[in-house]
């Protein structure tokens, strides 16, 4: 059955800013004080939001907003003239608000794919000099404490862990740091510490996991690091590794052991370059799909593996660091990135949120190709998310000479005037040892330009070739009783192998083609096809488009944008005001399951062949008539 999530209030509602006459249309249920961010206009806080500083204060000129606790503490004698505190007011319909400029211009950068972030990380230092206990004043350490972060204008709580790093601060008079993510006090330091405030954000892959270190005061990336994915050892795939699961308890608790040793890894490489103590480290953001996400916290993903296809948990989590398992400040929190659905996780979320696909007016397609695709496609008014069960061929995966993009992989391939060119990943010296998913799609692509496969795939038989004085005739062989292309002395393309690609690209594109379908809207429309994760940077556009893969938009308009998920994963990390945008995405973009589409299977096989050469916008001539001869003429 077809699913969709939609916000509490029903769809978006347009809020327009003064003085600049900035209009923006946003879900209902989001705080002006995030509106203003999803147009663009900073407003002024240094409480994260929270209703305790008092600094975001705006005017209502049209709208409801009935005043909350905060706004009588805040701003007696003005809520009769229509002010309140931003991060207190909920929208709830259409809404013109006066807001006046920061008294101070916020820290900013440009990160994610050109996205401009304000610096306000979820986690602060705040200075405290806490007045000696005296006879007439015997509040314990912990009161104090609590009591002097209040007056700094924070609200905190606190577990009792928290005790004995108060006690050992508070050894010796003078001042002290108190470090506070969201409203956790995880640590309390002697002395000026402000200086040193760092996160990481954590991309938990299925094969590969990336760590970057952060520095939180400025926004800049202190280290870098990724490994594979030690849960590799116990298969290659989600679909190997929930199999694993549901096995037992003691097979989930191996995974989750794995899954935080590979993180651990991560972490001690990254603080071992920059010079950072693991208890400088407050807070984690992490990303990945539902699987990995479950797996990590010790969760059997059995349930998504069995129809109707139920996460234990789509949310996001806030988990303390020591429950977690990973070598950071013991009390820091790990924020968990929410999912979408059980096949559309956290790791295309934060695609979203590095792309601003929902933030923006123009309509853009984001795919994110792998054994499991993820689509995503819409603007600010409208958008929705589907996946593809597209296998593993992409990966390398039921190809005769497939493999991952190692050394010896070949990842590019361009067949010239009867000349076979080959990229290779590693040095020239490099013997060419397989395929992997790059390659294979160059190969197939190549393959249909110069006339050798035809519409639905079949590859010409040699002597046809031969008859048509093919110059690339002698390379098709019979293998087994199937047809094979070479590519090199150890490598072949085999018909199966060509087969296999087009049942992963007929997923990849009905995906698609449904998401499209459920907009309203068509290729023309289309101001840009974004190709995410580190697949998507290697592959080559016009190759995508040659098998089908992407909609035929002009192939300037396909746009490689990386390991996005990372991105998307820092900027939650350095702005809560990203964060809520990504914790918010779930309840307002579109779930289509594509099991439940009454013709799926149409749209399937009907994408299973490739798309005629002639529909193809931007194809050089002289290629176009060069293969629609071969290929009338066989």
Not at 67 to 78: E, I, N
Not at 483 to 504: E, G, H, N, P, Y
Request: aromatic share 4%; hydrophobic share 45%; charged share 20%.
């Amino acid at each position: 059955m077809t699913g969709s999530r939609t916000g509490a209030g029903g769809g978006k509602v347009e809020i327009t800013f003064l003085p600049s006459g900035t209009s923006v249309r946003i879900p209902t249920g989001t705080t002006v004080f995030h509106a203003a961010h999803w147009a663009g206009l900073p407003i002024e806080s240094t409480c994260g939001g929270r209703g305790t500083c008092g600094k975001c204060g705006v005017r209502v000129v049209s709208g409801s907003a009935e005043p909350m606790p905060a706004d009588h503490r805040h701003l007696a004698g003005k809520l009769d003239e229509g002010w309140r505190l931003s991060c207190q007011c909920t929208v709830v319909g259409a809404m013109t608000i006066d807001a006046p400029p920061p008294s101070t211009t916020p820290r900013a950068a440009t990160m994610g794919v050109g996205r401009f972030v304000l610096l306000e990380p979820n986690v602060v230092k705040v200075l405290l000099e806490p007045a000696p206990p005296t006879l007439d004043d015997r509040r314990s350490q912990l009161l104090r404490i609590v009591e002097a972060v209040d007056e700094a204008g924070y609200a905190c709580r606190y577990e009792w862990q928290i005790v004995p790093r108060i006690a050992e601060a508070l050894r010796h008079d003078g001042p002290v740091t108190a470090t506070l993510v969201g409203d956790h006090l995880v640590d309390v330091e002697r002395g000026d510490t402000r200086e040193r405030l760092f996160g990481v954000s954590i991309d938990l892959g299925t094969t590969t996991c990336v760590c970057t270190l952060v520095d939180l005061r400025t926004g800049s990336t202190a280290s870098v690091a990724s490994a594979l994915n030690h849960q590799s050892t116990y298969g290659a795939d989600v679909i190997a590794r929930t199999a694993m699961a549901m096995q037992g308890p003691d097979e989930v608790e191996a995974l989750r052991r794995t899954a935080v040793s590979t993180v651990n890894e991560l972490l001690s490489r990254v603080r071992e370059d920059a010079g950072v103590e693991p208890e400088e480290i407050s807070e984690a953001v992490v990303v990945g799909n539902a699987t990995m996400l479950h797996l990590l916290c010790g969760v059997s993903p059995e349930s998504i593996a069995l129809a109707p296809y139920v996460a234990a948990f789509l949310e996001p989590q806030d988990l303390r660091a020591d429950q977690v398992g990973f070598d950071m400040q013991p009390l820091g929190r790990v924020a968990l990135f929410p999912s979408i659905g059980a096949y559309v996780g956290a790791d295309i979320v934060a695609d979203i949120v590095a792309t601003g696909l929902v933030r923006d007016p123009e309509l853009r397609l984001l795919v994110d190709v792998g054994t499991n695709g993820e689509i995503a496609c819409g603007n600010a008014e409208r958008s929705v998310a589907t996946a593809a069960p597209a296998g593993p061929a992409f990966e390398g995966g039921e190809i005769l000479h497939g493999m991952r993009a190692v050394d010896g992989a070949i990842e590019g391939v361009r067949l010239t005037d009867g000349v076979v060119e080959l990229q290779v990943i590693g040095d020239d010296a490099v013997v060419p040892r397989g395929l992997c998913g790059s390659g294979l799609i160059d190969a197939v692509a190549q393959l249909r330009l110069v006339g050798l496969l035809d519409d639905g795939g079949r590859m010409l038989a040699r002597e046809a070739a031969q008859e048509l004085g093919h110059p690339l005739a002698d390379r098709i062989e019979t293998v087994d009783e199937v047809r094979a292309f070479r590519l090199s002395d150890a490598v072949i393309l085999t018909q199966a192998d060509v087969r296999a690609l087009q049942f992963a690209k007929g997923a990849i594109a009905t995906g698609i083609e449904t998401a499209m379908a459920t907009l309203g809207v068509t290729a023309p429309e289309l101001s840009a096809v974004l190709l995410a994760g580190s697949f998507g940077s290697y592959l080559d556009p016009r190759s995508a488009q040659v098998i089908g893969l992407v909609p035929p938009v002009p192939v300037d308009r396909i746009e490689a944008v990386g390991n996005a998920a990372s991105e998307g994963a820092k900027m939650a990390l350095l702005s809560f005001r990203e964060r809520e945008v990504a914790w918010e995405l779930p309840d307002t973009m579109e779930y289509v399951e594509l099991s439940g589409q009454g013709d799926f299977n149409d749209r399937f096989i009907a994408n299973l062949r490739f798309p005629p050469l002639a529909s193809l916008p931007d194809l050089e001539a002289d290629a176009l008539r060069s293969a629609t001869t071969v290929e009338a003429a066989g």
